[in-house]
């Protein structure tokens, strides 16, 4: 094969045991699989590609198809995660009010857009519809917590605040 | 049966049809998308809408909607081309249309009903597609801007192939079709997802841009590789074979091919083919003329006599085979033996010796039915893809249990329902002798009419499942599970394949399968059917025509010890490379050069040609008339493409010459008459005639061929292999015997020797893919490239046998695993 595929299916290094279990537990259950693939959301922070293939080999199902639940679904992530995940929030009310420029302090600040992460996995960035904080427009939230009535200031003291932490 | 009214029209089909089929058996056509005849219904593209006066109010798939009895179906008004076409013009919108560079104008199903509806403008706009064109591999090119999400590709890799390389992903106007992570394409490369696809998406690269469809002659012949006989339709321009064309409607094949049929093909336009006879002459090979070369070759032949050797390879049609044991009679020879020799013998003595019949008892569309099947060795599907296509789907649409007795873990063994008794190499014999005695111990055996059941069960005195389970390392609860299942099933298969790198056990193995069938009552059951498919094109006319040694004549192998010892005059090989295909290179190669006289005739100038005293050009199946029987007694015909490359002929026309110029005569000429000469000799071929053979071809003997007999036939174990490593060789999927690594395509996949592991050897051994590697035994050392796959167990090590660089043979000399060392 050619040197592209080679180094793109290239194995990465991570611990399969934690999958391995996870799968034991739910390998002779019809249906196992959107489970299987969340508690391994769960154990990773992420869906490992290697998980995914191994997944694909104890539930008799192709890597292709898990695949295609991976990509039509949201919820999953196929990339590690920061430790913190900003999420800024871009529905109408939020536009309105300017969270563009949000979105773009983050960008200047942290260097990541939607769906990035930072190298030092501490940050996640992503643009998200309307959170339902229409009120305090705009808004963006780290983890649990939600910040409203976002300006360019108070959003380098939210960054730097986090930046500080673990 | 259920009665309906379409357009006006009454008629009565199956109840299991669709509105779609019942219109078609009425000779109505409704347009279509993402139905395919031979994937299930899917009902995607909304181009089938039909209207149905018992479901008023909204229009309905044709293609997924069963027929229901009293139902009265319209295809064609106002309301429903206005329809279509609005699908169609949705289609349109992202589509983007290139069809004057697209492959595929001329035979586009969307060209055609965008045409047949009138869409000529568009009244919807949108973003058009832009995606990276796919262009990895040389063989399929894959641009997703083409697609309109018909499911096609993704089903045929699915429920026929089994391989699952597509996927749809994301969602709303980003769905497409793509593989894991979105990857460039990395599979079998069997191209059915080529022939599938309605529009221009997946192409063959090998054809681009070298004609438009209506510029090629097709001519429908069968593959030259394996003895499936898939039909497979020449794409000829220009006097060149330019592709495969897809064809469902006539073969047994359904129009599905593996990579060797599909992609296989470019041997045949080689530059590099013999297009001369060659004579040595001062220890050179050079050019002559065929006067010269055939009185050579006809004055050496008188000489040897009785000390000639005759040895055939599974290119020659049987007509040719016919003339090639009328040219050994000529010539006064007895020493007659197809190239398969060692390997053929699970059937020419093992099944013969128990049943009467030497040739699988069913064919290959029953296996679809079955409801349990074994399947001997894991390279089965290796050796005879498409019809490990049929049992794909008997397990994934029929839920078939599969049983697999193999020595990896292949790629059956990842189907579902799939269970391998997974075994030490070499010891197949070992598996199924237990199972057999399974059978016995449990009441669970057939022995009616059964002959030999007391001497078997003598014989299996220590096939215990306990004994067997700690030869083998197969557990004996599974040895159990699999004897009780098999013997429940109604309808079951039992498939081996035999072959050039199988020669070991070679008998025994036929002779434990027919014990095992008998046991079962599969022979001559309907439905059932023991399965014995020969690796070549034309192995089962190899034995229908009895090329085997003839009375107090040598075989294959007996021949080579005698020229190895100076004990054979001449030997005249037809369309064999031994030195590379065969065991024991060593002793191959003492016989070429011991052997005063060797004549060679083959399409290339192979290593084993390179020896020979006179060299004759012959011709590729693409070349040749006549008839090839596949592996499960189907005779099929076989029909000239392309003409022979310079002076080259036919095996047959050079045969014929030999046999005038050895002073025989032939009173018949032609195929059709060789054929009708056949039948006089051969009864089961006497009842079909040359020009009576249709377009499935004819199965001799009938699709269930009952034996004359039924004789268990005492048969002991397999010796284990000692060793930390145990090298095995075999087939691999992408090739076929040696002429495969003449083809670009197959090729363009695995283009050189290598040895693989499994990944725990290649850890514990810290290799990776594409390291050198020593591999030692039998006292002869290869360096090999390492590929690493997780189909091998620990301590086994598997090398694919066709390539002749590799020298594989060198090191196996016939043995069913070799005991090797490695190191770096
Ligand atoms: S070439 Fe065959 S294996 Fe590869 S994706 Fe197409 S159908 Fe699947
Ligand atoms: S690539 Fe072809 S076969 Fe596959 S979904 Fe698209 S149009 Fe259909
Ligand atoms: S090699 Fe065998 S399975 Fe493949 S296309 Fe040819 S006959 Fe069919
Ligand atoms: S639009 Fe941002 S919270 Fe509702
Ligand atoms: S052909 Fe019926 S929905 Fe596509």
Request: one cysteine or more; a neutral charge; charged letters at 20%.
């Amino acid at each position: 094969m050619s040197e592209a595929v080679e180094t793109a299916t290239a194995e990465q290094e991570i611990d399969l045991a934690g999958a391995n279990e996870i799968l034991d537990h739910y390998v002779d259950m019809p249906g196992a699989l959107m489970p299987v693939l969340q508690a391994i959301q769960e154990h990773y922070g992420y869906i490992p590609e290697p998980t995914v293939h191994l997944a694909a080999e104890r539930l008799n199902v192709y890597s292709s198809q898990i695949f295609g639940v991976l990509t039509f679904y949201a919820q999953f992530h196929l990339e590690p995660r920061g430790k913190y995940i900003v999420r800024v929030c871009k529905g109408t009310a939020c536009h309105v009010r300017g969270a563009n420029r949000i979105g773009d302090t983050l960008k200047e600040r942290l260097g990541i857009g939607h769906a990035e992460t930072t190298e030092d996995l501490k940050f996640t960035a992503e643009y998200v519809a309307c959170i339902g904080a229409c009120g305090m427009a705009p808004v963006i939230m780290v983890n649990d917590a939600t910040y409203g009535s976002m300006t360019v200031q108070k959003m380098d003291e939210v960054i730097e605040k986090y930046k500080k932490m673990d | 049966m259920v009665n309906l009214t379409i357009d006006g029209k009454q008629i009565t089909v199956s109840r299991t049809a669709t509105i779609y089929e019942a219109a078609l058996e009425a000779g109505i056509n409704i347009p279509v998308l993402c139905y395919a005849k031979k994937l299930l219904p899917f009902g995607a593209c909304r181009v089938c809408l039909v209207q149905v006066e018992q479901m008023k109010g909204r229009l309905i798939p044709s293609c997924t909607t069963p027929v229901s009895e009293g139902m009265v179906v319209t295809t064609t008004s106002e309301e429903i081309l206005k329809v279509r076409k609005t699908v169609l013009e949705f289609l349109l919108v992202n589509h983007v249309i290139e069809c004057p560079v697209c492959d595929k104008g001329g035979e586009c199903d969307l060209q055609e009903l965008t045409y047949a509806h009138e869409v000529v403008t568009n009244r919807f706009q949108g973003e058009k597609f832009n995606l990276e064109t796919d262009e990895v591999n040389p063989l399929i090119e894959r641009n997703m801007n083409r697609c309109v999400l018909c499911g096609r590709c993704v089903r045929v890799c699915d429920e026929i192939v089994g391989y699952g390389s597509y996927s749809f992903i994301n969602r709303g106007f980003e769905t497409k079709i793509a593989t894991a992570y979105d990857r460039g394409l990395n599979c079998e490369f069997c191209g059915q997802c080529v022939s599938m696809c309605p529009v221009g998406a997946i192409l063959p690269r090998p054809f681009k841009f070298k004609a438009r469809p209506w510029q090629l002659k097709e001519v429908d012949t069968v593959c030259g590789y394996c003895g499936n006989g898939c039909t497979v339709t020449l794409g000829v321009l220009n006097n060149k074979v330019e592709t495969i064309r897809f064809n469902d409607k006539i073969g047994v094949n359904d129009g599905n091919l593996c990579i060797r049929g599909r992609f296989g093909y470019s041997y045949v336009n080689s530059e590099e083919r013999l297009t001369t006879p060659l004579v040595r002459k001062g220890g050179q090979l050079v050019e002559t003329s065929w006067d010269e070369a055939l009185q050579v070759v006809a004055d050496g032949f008188k000489q040897a006599q009785a000390g000639l050797g005759i040895l055939s390879g599974a290119r020659l049609t049987n007509e040719e085979m016919f003339l090639l044991k009328n040219l050994a009679k000529v010539a006064g020879t007895a020493n007659l033996d197809h190239s398969g020799g060692e390997c053929y013998k699970g059937v020419t003595e093992g099944v013969a010796g128990a049943l009467g019949i030497a040739a699988s008892t069913g064919t290959f569309p029953q296996v679809e039915a079955c409801e349990a099947i074994l399947a001997i060795r894991s390279d089965f599907y290796e050796t005879h893809p498409v019809f490990g296509m049929v049992v794909n789907q008997a397990v994934k649409r029929n839920d078939a249990q599969l049983w697999l007795v193999a020595d990896k873990r292949g790629k059956f063994a990842k189907l579902p329902n799939a269970k391998n008794l997974l075994h030490r190499p070499g010891m197949e014999l070992d598996v199924l002798n237990g199972l057999a005695r399974v059978l016995l111990d449990e009441g669970l055996a057939q022995t009616e009419g059964v002959e030999g059941v007391a001497e078997l069960k003598q014989a299996l005195a220590n096939f215990g499942s306990d004994q067997v389970a700690a030869r083998t390392g197969v557990e004996a609860d599974a040895l159990q599970s699999a004897a009780r299942q098999l013997a429940a099933a109604k309808k079951s298969a039992i498939l081996l394949a035999y072959g050039l790198p199988y020669t070991a056990y070679s008998r025994e193995l036929g002779v434990a399968a027919a014990n095992l069938a008998i046991l079962l009552g599969i022979p001559g059951r309907d439905g059932s059917g023991l399965y014995l498919c020969g690796e070549k094109a034309n192995s089962q006319g190899a034995i229908d025509l009895g090329i085997v040694p003839q009375t107090g004549g040598l075989g294959a192998q007996a021949m080579l010890d005698a020229a190895a010892n100076g004990k054979l005059n001449a030997l005249y090989v037809v369309g064999e490379d031994m030195l590379t295909s065969y065991p024991d290179h060593g002793k191959v190669e003492k016989a070429l050069e011991k052997v005063p006289f060797l004549v060679v005739q083959d399409i290339f100038l192979s290593p084993t040609a390179a020896k020979a005293h006179v060299v004759l050009p012959a011709a590729t199946f693409a070349e040749k008339d006549g008839t090839f029987t596949n592996a499960e007694r189907r005779i099929q015909r076989v029909r000239p493409g392309i003409p022979l490359p310079g002076q080259a002929k036919t095996d047959g026309a050079i045969i014929a010459d030999l046999i005038e110029k050895l002073g025989g005569n032939l009173a018949f000429t032609g195929s059709a008459a060789i054929f009708a000469e056949i039948g006089r000799n051969i009864p089961v071929y006497a009842s079909v005639s040359f020009n009576g053979i249709g377009p499935q071809g004819f199965v001799w003997g009938g699709e269930i061929l009952t034996p004359s007999r039924r004789r268990l036939q005492p048969i002991g174990g397999a010796v284990p292999v000692e060793g930390a490593f145990q090298l095995l060789t075999g087939s691999a999927l992408y090739h076929s015997g040696t002429v495969s690594t003449r083809a670009k395509g197959p090729q363009a996949v695995v283009a050189e020797p290598y040895i693989e592991f499994g990944r725990e050897d290649a850890k514990s051994l810290a290799l990776k893919d594409g390291d050198l590697v020593k591999v030692a035994g039998n006292g002869v050392e290869l360096r090999l490239k390492v590929k690493v796959d997780n189909r091998l167990p620990k301590g086994v090590l598997f090398a694919p046998y066709h390539f002749a660089a590799a020298g594989i043979n060198r090191l196996y000399k016939g043995e069913a695993a070799v005991s090797v060392t490695v190191s770096k």
